[in-house]
């Protein structure tokens, strides 16, 4: 059993968005695309409260892609963006949601952030995708989304770890590439064995 995992294709990310992702809306055509194919689709949607310890205006003196440490480790600081209810979180107007079984939202608990589509980043709490996921009987993914360097390689290592097959289909996912995070990523991914297509 298959499924598609499409990770934050809103308008924060994409172009003209408050963390855009250059091309970032090149990848709602393909991943429309791709849904037909799939027996799960779901999307998920960065989802942080006014005011988010990710963003770099809660840290006086901090700019946005500077680094901070949490309790958790350390944390890239981003422009406020995908903010509840906000027309920057709401998905891209040509994404196909009604193809999604599942809308899982993450990072709406104000002092930690969530790349990953399975567990926040204090790497503990979970978002309840993998108990959805081993429910339906699915065992293998397809990732496409933004950021490929950032939600996208997150999730796909979470999966990888949690036993499923995983794929990224680049053609599908952007990256934002920030001091080399793009390169660094898909390394990791490959040699954690996410096969990269
Ligand atoms: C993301 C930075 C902050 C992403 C989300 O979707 O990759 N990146 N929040
Ligand atoms: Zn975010």
Redesign the pocket.
């Known amino acids: 059993m298959q499924a598609l995992i499409v ?2 294709v809103q308008n924060d ?1 994409c172009p003209g968005g408050a ?1 855009a992702v250059a091309e970032g809306d090149e990848v709602v055509a393909p991943i429309n695309a791709m849904m037909a194919d799939f027996d799960a689709v779901v999307l998920t949607q ?1 989802w942080h409260p006014a005011g988010h310890s ?1 963003f770099a205006s809660q840290h006086p003196g901090k700019a946005p892609l500077e680094l901070t440490e949490m309790p958790y480790g350390p944390q890239v600081l ?1 422009p406020d ?2 903010v509840q209810g906000s027309k920057g979180a709401e998905f891209h107007p040509d994404l196909d949601t009604h193809r999604a079984d599942l809308i899982i939202r993450k ?1 709406f608990r104000a002092a930690i ?1 969530s ?1 990953s589509a399975f567990f926040e980043n204090d790497r503990q709490t979970p978002t309840g995708l993998d108990g959805y996921l081993r429910a339906r009987g699915i065992d293998t993914l397809t990732m496409v989304g ?2 490929t360097d ?3 390689h997150h999730s796909a290592l979470d999966a990888v770890r949690a036993g499923y097959a995983v794929t990224l289909v680049q053609s599908a996912a952007r990256g ?1 590439d920030v001091g080399g995070s793009l390169a660094a990523a898909l390394a990791e991914m490959r040699s954690a064995g996410v096969a990269l297509s």
């Open positions: 990770i934050d990310f963390l960065d990710s981003w963006h995908c990072g952030d790349y933004l950021a950032f939600c996208v934002i």
